[in-house]
């Protein structure tokens, strides 16, 4: 009974957290657009960029044309992503869309200087959606597509597919409303969006993964593993395609301030070894993120 008690309650405060996040998120992400952004006629991209040439000549106001706007998507995210998905999206939609018109009705404009609109807005801006696309939610429109093109695509950032995807939108805005500069500077903004989100989901330390080809391959590994490096070690069976000799292929994961060390280890060992440093954008496990922290 208490262990089936305190389960109710950690998921009752994750998920407390979570909404929490998105409300904030969705505030934030608000405050982007609307104080820096918006009044620098700066195009955020998706969904909102298409209100934002709807507003021009209709005058709708933003924030309920995209609500509107969203209603297809989210029962195609419902079809796909399942409820709780939807939930989280409609609630980050909602308060993002509420917030942009009731911050408009403020008349109040952070700068007019479109280069920093651009930059600071896009780094508010960015901040927002990356702590609801942390928790799993979104602010709808174009994120819905961004994360069923993610699930195809995974070797490409979540923040990568929403910036090309909001190039399309910018282009247009550009070519229907003739505002090139404009479109300049948003594609600026939408660039450091899609990095403040990549740093969000993905953590500003990134580890790197090496490869190691030597002859002295056990000697590496030990030094690896006792020496100051301090990292495991995994020893891969490889094969010389021209020679066609055995050789042992050691595979390690270290932090990227470890990247010198390990290099003068390398060379210390075996000055003839192949080494090999790629980035990895995720790792989980002992001395890195926790497995069980994945949302």
């Given at each position: 009974?208490?262990?089936?008690?305190?389960t109710?309650?950690?998921?009752?405060?994750?998920?407390?957290?979570?909404?929490?996040?998105?409300?904030l998120?969705?505030?934030?992400?608000?405050i982007?657009?609307?104080y820096f952004?918006f009044?620098?006629?700066?195009?955020?991209?998706?969904?909102?960029?298409?209100?934002?040439?709807?507003?021009?000549?209709?005058?709708w106001?933003?924030?309920?044309?995209v609500?509107?706007?969203?209603v297809?998507?989210?029962?195609?995210?419902?079809?796909?992503?399942?409820?709780?998905?939807?939930?989280?999206?409609?609630?980050?939609?909602?308060?993002?869309?509420?917030?942009?018109?009731?911050?408009?009705?403020?008349?109040?404009?952070?700068?007019?200087?479109?280069m920093?609109?651009s930059?600071?807005?896009?780094v508010?801006?960015?901040?927002?959606?990356?702590?609801?696309?942390?928790v799993?939610?979104?602010?709808?429109?174009?994120?819905?597509?961004?994360?069923?093109?993610?699930?195809?695509?995974?070797?490409?950032?979540?923040?990568?597919?929403?910036?090309?995807?909001?190039?399309?939108?910018?282009?247009?805005?550009a070519f229907?409303?003739?505002?090139?500069?404009?479109?300049?500077?948003?594609?600026?903004?939408?660039?450091?969006?899609?990095?403040v989100?990549?740093?969000?989901l993905?953590?500003?330390?990134?580890?790197?993964l090496?490869?190691?080809?030597?002859?002295?391959?056990?000697?590496?590994?030990r030094?690896?593993?006792?020496?100051h490096?301090h990292?495991?070690?995994?020893?891969?069976?490889?094969?010389?395609?021209?020679?066609?000799?055995t050789?042992?292929?050691?595979?390690?994961?270290?932090k990227?301030?470890?990247i010198?060390?390990?290099?003068r280890?390398?060379?210390?060992?075996?000055?003839r070894?192949?080494?090999?440093?790629?980035?990895?954008?995720?790792?989980?496990?002992?001395?890195?993120?926790?497995?069980?922290?994945?949302?």
């Open positions: 009974m208490d262990n089936s008690r305190n109710c309650g950690a998921k009752l405060r994750r998920q407390i957290v979570k909404y929490l996040l998105i409300v998120g969705s505030v934030i992400y608000a982007g657009f609307q952004m009044p620098n006629n700066i195009v955020s991209g998706g969904v909102t960029g298409i209100a934002m040439i709807l507003n021009h000549f209709t005058r106001p933003v924030g309920m044309t609500l509107v706007m969203n297809p998507l989210f029962l195609v995210a419902w079809r796909h992503f399942g409820a709780d998905y939807l939930i989280g999206s409609l609630v980050g939609t909602a308060i993002s869309s509420v917030c942009v018109d009731l911050f408009a009705s403020t008349g109040i404009v952070a700068t007019t200087d479109p920093l609109g930059i600071i807005g896009g508010i801006k960015g901040a927002g959606l990356g702590m609801i696309y942390y799993g939610a979104s602010t709808g429109g174009i994120d819905i597509v961004a994360k069923m093109l993610r699930q195809k695509y995974q070797q490409i950032n979540f923040g990568t597919i929403v910036l090309i995807l909001d190039v399309v939108i910018v282009a247009a805005y229907v409303l003739d505002k090139y500069q404009s479109a300049m500077y948003s594609l600026i903004g939408m660039y450091v969006v899609s990095k989100v990549d740093l969000a993905y953590g500003i330390d990134n580890s790197s090496c490869y190691i080809v030597s002859e002295k391959s056990e000697e590496l590994a030094e690896i593993i006792s020496g490096v990292r495991g070690v995994t020893i891969l069976e490889g094969e010389g395609a021209y020679s066609h000799q050789k042992h292929v050691i595979m390690c994961v270290i990227r301030t470890q010198g060390e390990m290099r280890l390398v060379k210390q060992v075996d000055e070894s192949f080494f090999i440093v790629t980035d990895a954008k995720n790792v989980f496990g002992n001395g890195f993120e926790s497995i069980s922290e994945v949302r």
